[in-house]
Antibody, heavy 115, light 110 residues
């Protein structure tokens, strides 16, 4: 079945880096745009980034632009999010999401930024 | 990247119909027919209910329907059921090639 499984979350200090991964299965990964959406504790959904199906185009929310980088490995069917210069306000559950329509969601990876 | 606007809460009795509004601008809802609605139960990942304003994914009940007029999109839940009690989020593609969500609407079944 179609599945997205995030990994790589953890607790980091402000200013440090973390890399999230999302393993895709059950569909032709290279045919779909992929996204990251986050949700701070007790808050709503916030869009983070999108990468085109072929990896040639990436877009970011203003809140993460210049600090986060989205990428994909078509052969490994993996989506990644490199997060640098992390801030306390980046603390959230990070969801990997399929397609422009956001039709499939993973269960999320927790990122906690705290000193 | 301004967020979309939704009412904080909407309530209704079982069997009734309710409508949740989602107001954007000419930079998002007003320009594109790429409005989606997601349902999220506590502790669960969001679930896609409506995409491209009016389309329902396979498996989603036809009690959920979407519409759009100018800069505002709407989600209607007909025949309200206890299981519909959840948080509902709208989202839209924008002229900056990004996406934006609304703050969410808590639906309560009385």
């Amino acid at each position: 079945q179609v599945q997205l499984v995030e990994s790589g979350g953890g607790v980091v200090q402000p200013g440090n880096s973390l890399r999230l991964s999302c393993a895709a299965s059950g569909f032709t990964f290279s045919s779909y745009a992929m996204q990251w959406v986050r949700q701070a504790p007790g808050k709503g959904l916030e869009w983070v980034s999108v990468i085109s199906y072929d990896g040639n185009n990436q877009y970011y929310a203003d809140s993460v632009k210049g600090r986060f980088t989205i990428s994909r490995d078509q052969a490994k069917k993996t989506l990644s999010l490199q997060m640098n210069s992390l801030r306390v306000e980046d603390t959230a559950l990070y969801y990997c999401v399929r397609d422009d329509d956001m039709d499939v969601w993973g269960q999320g990876a927790t990122v906690t930024v705290s000193s | 990247q301004s967020a979309l606007t939704q009412p904080a809460s909407v309530s209704g009795s079982p069997g009734q119909s309710i409508t949740i509004s989602c107001t954007g601008s000419s930079n998002d809802i007003g320009t594109y027919n790429y409005v989606s609605w997601h349902q999220q139960h506590p502790g669960k990942a969001p679930k896609l209910l409506i995409y491209e304003v009016t389309k329902r994914p396979s498996g989603v009940t036809n009690r959920f329907s979407g519409s759009k007029s100018a800069n505002m999109a709407s989600l209607t839940i007909s025949g309200l059921q206890a299981e519909d009690e959840a948080e509902y989020y709208c989202s839209s593609y924008t002229t900056s090639s990004t996406y934006v969500f609304g703050p969410g609407t808590k639906v309560t079944v009385l």
